[in-house]
């Protein structure tokens, strides 16, 4: 530390000399500054340290990676990123330098929670929040949330596998009716061909009605349902809507609802299943932790 508080004080003498130059002999100004003038002549050549230079470099791949990322990543993904370019630099330096130069990640809503309610009288919860399984479709979670516009709200269903957390069903409709989780429920079956997998939801009326069991009968999925307001026991979707808002629709009302679909359809199928780093996946997007999985069960067969 008292190294690099020297190397400053050099530098910052040699700023005082070059400014000052036309004033007073260079030598005496060394001399009084007690610096060598062949270290003046020098940094006059290169005025940044080779760190600085390092460092401005660094800087260079950082706000990539963070333009990248819309502006959502913090250090621990931009390092995570850097790291996978080859970079071996430290995850300290990395968020050094991204205070140095105000690049901060988007922070989210604050959502008051209840951790209240019953269970459900027709559909129990079997999902027990077990969020962790270990392969794909084993189970898979649904939830609804909204989007503002101009035009009036437009409602977004998911469909999430918990395996790899990607999205692999989602829809958009002006209403809430049950069609809107249906068709994403429908699009995730046409994607990944089920047979026993459970479907967890919160106890809204589109996941109780006949039309919802029966749905789930045909398409080989058993349902499960959380504790009435109980957001909890739904976490994952919860954590999935929220980092949504947050990375791309944060306090912004879009113009039309095809503008919102547009945007919607770039974060899911663009950004969030195949590049986004995932914190519960070791920092790998869902796209490619299912490759790895698909990698390694191949090796073994």
């Known amino acids: 530390m008292s190294t690099r508080r020297g190397a400053g004080r050099v530098r910052s003498a040699y700023g005082f000399i070059k400014a000052h130059r036309d004033q007073f002999p ?11 003038p062949s270290g003046y002549s020098e940094w006059c050549q290169h005025p940044l340290s080779t760190r600085a230079q390092e460092d401005a470099r660094l800087l260079r791949l950082i706000r990539a990676s963070f333009t990248a990322s819309h502006g959502i990543y913090g250090a621990p993904r931009v390092f995570l990123d850097l790291r996978e370019a080859g970079e071996t630099c430290s995850k300290h330096r990395v968020a050094r330098l991204m205070r140095a130069n105000d690049l901060r990640a988007l922070h989210g809503y604050r959502v008051r929670r209840w951790a209240v309610g019953k269970p459900a009288v027709l559909i129990p919860n079997l999902l027990q929040r ?10 898979w979670v649904t939830d609804i949330t909204y989007i503002r516009t101009w035009q009036g709200w437009l409602y977004l269903a998911v469909v ?3 395996f790899s957390r990607r999205i692999v069903g989602w829809a958009t409709a002006p209403t809430i009716h049950r069609e ?9 079956v046409r994607e990944r061909r089920p047979r026993g997998t459970l479907i967890h939801s919160d106890q809204g009326t589109q996941f109780g009605s006949d039309a919802w069991r ?3 009968r045909s398409h ?4 499960s349902m959380s504790r009435k307001g109980n957001c909890w026991d739904n976490a994952v ?7 949504l808002k947050k990375e791309r629709i944060k306090k912004h009302i879009y113009k039309n609802r095809e503008l919102a679909l547009t945007d919607l359809a770039a974060y899911i199928e663009g950004f969030y299943n195949p590049t986004r780093r995932h ?22 067969h």
Do not use: I, W, Y
């Not at 809107?180 to 995730?188: K, Q, T």
């Not at 080989?220 to 349902?223: A, D, G, I, K, V």
């Open 214 to 216: 029966r749905f789930c």
């Open 180 to 188: 809107l989780v249906l068709n994403a429920v429908l699009r995730a």
């Open 237 to 243: 979707a919860e954590s999935f809507f929220s980092s």
């Open 279 to 300: 914190s519960h996946l070791g920092g790998v997007s869902p796209v490619e932790f299912e490759a790895a999985h698909k990698r390694r069960g191949q090796r073994l």
């Open 220 to 223: 080989r999925l058993e349902p």
């Open 160 to 162: 999430l596998d918990l």
């Open 130 to 139: 077990q969020f962790t399984t270990t392969r794909p479709n084993v189970a």
């Open 26 to 36: 260079v030598q005496l100004m060394c001399r009084m500054l007690e610096v060598a």
